[in-house]
């Protein structure tokens, strides 16, 4: 295979992937976003696979490319088929923790046999550029890995090892040893461009999956979905970086694409949230919530009722707005939802849902529940779109959602001030459905549950919702 005609269907790749990022950035045209973005890959593996062979030389190159594709292949498969809604956070940062880890391994490869990547004839050393790059990759692919293994550990939480608990990790001068390994790892670059040191290149990785850990500990539970895509961008970056060092304009292409897209919705995503970007980078936000909430505690009353009372409100109302949590996610609840709004319609009351950008535990998580329930699409609405329209709502009802729609970001000194919420609390009546009165991830007490116009309903998202529905008369 000439390498023209390699060139050629990597170009061919990555203009599906643009196809792929370009659907995926509105719901009507996610489905064709992702055919392309699997054609893309389909066309990627095909001839890395075949140029592998190639170079390997026949059978024995075939064997071990179809032993790859086997073995990941399957495992990709299964986790696909086993995989709950709610779980999809965990299984994206395990994604990007093995894109991390397999840019290391790139990485020692070609530096242990430069040659077998067309790097640098046999005997030869390494350009000094490609020291760098490789350098580079492996640094950024461990701080992707680790960093991704306790991301994963915060959000599965059931893990009883402290490090993968909700509750951030700090002590005193973190922010200072994250620097000095940072200046650090930066010696050992500089260290391995001049003299190609294994000692060096070692060093840096292992610098590398340090900070990882140490940039992700002191991160709140409340602040995840942002993690989630600031590693992706981490990992195309990874994977950019180890491209340009085996000349692959495919790693390159891709690796940009998932780097810059991962970085433009890490800044969308602390936008939604007030955090700063940079605090996001060097691992430094999210650190007070759990300790101001907790302190917060007490013991008050609220106003609690049945299916059958909500059912009323909603039955007489003109118009209603859901808003969907990461409670409707865990009691997979968006089928019972849309049977709900589908007889509120069926009554001639304007149904809407309203979505957080950060509610669930990653970007679009709420968007993906109602798709997957084929919500139409017209009355799913972004925060900036209906948080204007909250006063003319007769009944707001939350489903398992709290930080998001809690006043307490507009109230001074509340570690969550100034992060964007659903205005709630300004429709005539609010429903809201959890299981119990504890916290959100970001450990706060919520005043909307305390207010007057405000009714508890307690009990699992789909039981409760099934259960209005039925008392809707």
């Known amino acids: 295979m000439s390498m023209n005609l390699v060139t050629l269907l990597y170009l061919v790749a990555s203009v599906c992937f643009i196809q792929a990022l370009k659907g995926l950035s509105h719901p009507t045209t996610s489905i064709r976003g992702n055919l392309f973005g699997m054609a893309g890959m389909l066309v990627a593996v095909v001839t890395t696979a075949a140029l592998i062979i190639e170079l390997a030389g026949g059978a024995l190159g075939l064997g071990w490319v179809l032993l790859g594709l086997l073995v990941g292949g399957t495992a990709g498969a299964v986790m696909a088929r086993r995989v709950e809604m709610t779980k999809m956070p965990e299984l994206v940062a395990f994604m990007h923790s093995m894109i991390g880890l397999a840019a290391v391994f790139i990485a020692v490869a070609a530096v242990a046999e430069p040659w077998a990547f067309g790097i640098a004839g046999h005997g030869q050393a390494l350009p000094g550029g490609n020291r760098v790059e490789l350098a580079l990759g492996a640094f950024i692919g461990a701080i992707t890995f680790t960093g991704s293994v306790i991301a994963f550990g915060k959000l599965s939480g059931k893990y009883k090892f402290r490090l993968f608990q909700g509750r951030p990790v700090t002590f005193p001068g973190q922010h200072w040893l994250n620097l000095a390994l940072g200046l650090a790892a930066a010696f050992f670059v500089f260290g391995f461009w001049h003299s190609q040191s294994w000692l060096d290149i070692v060093l840096v990785i292992a610098i590398g999956f340090a900070l990882g850990v140490l940039l992700i500990i002191p991160i709140g539970g409340a602040d995840m979905p942002v993690v989630v895509s600031m590693l992706n961008s981490y990992s195309g970056w990874a994977a950019a970086g180890i491209g340009f060092s085996l000349n692959n304009s495919m790693l390159i292409i891709a690796g940009s694409l998932v780097g810059s897209s991962g970085a433009i ?98 970007p679009g998580h709420m968007n993906v529940l109602l798709a997957e329930a084929e919500v139409p699409y017209d009355q799913v609405f972004e925060m900036d779109e209906i948080n204007s329209e909250f006063g003319d709502v007769d009944v707001a009802i939350v489903l398992g959602a709290n930080d998001v729609v809690n006043p307490a970001a507009h109230v001074k000194g509340s570690p969550i001030y100034g992060m964007p919420i659903l205005e709630v609390y300004k429709a005539r009546h609010v429903i809201v459905n959890k299981r119990s009165m504890a916290a959100g991830y970001a450990g706060l007490d919520n005043e909307l549950f305390y207010m007057d116009k405000t009714m508890m309903v307690f009990g699992d998202a789909k039981q409760v919702v099934e259960d209005i529905t039925k008392a809707i008369e």
């Open 265 to 362: 919705l890490s800044y969308i995503m602390c936008k939604a949230m007030n955090r700063s970007f940079f605090n996001v980078i060097l691992g430094g936000f999210g650190g007070d919530a759990a300790a101001a909430g907790a302190a917060g505690e007490e013991q008050r009353s609220v106003h609690t009722g049945s299916a059958d009372d909500a059912a009323f409100l909603l039955g007489n109302a003109d118009s209603v707005v859901i808003v969907p949590g990461y409670g409707l996610a865990v009691a997979r609840a968006q089928h019972a939802v849309k049977e709900m709004a589908a007889k509120l319609t069926a009554k001639g009351i304007s149904v809407r849902y309203a979505i957080h950008p950060v509610a669930g535990r990653m």
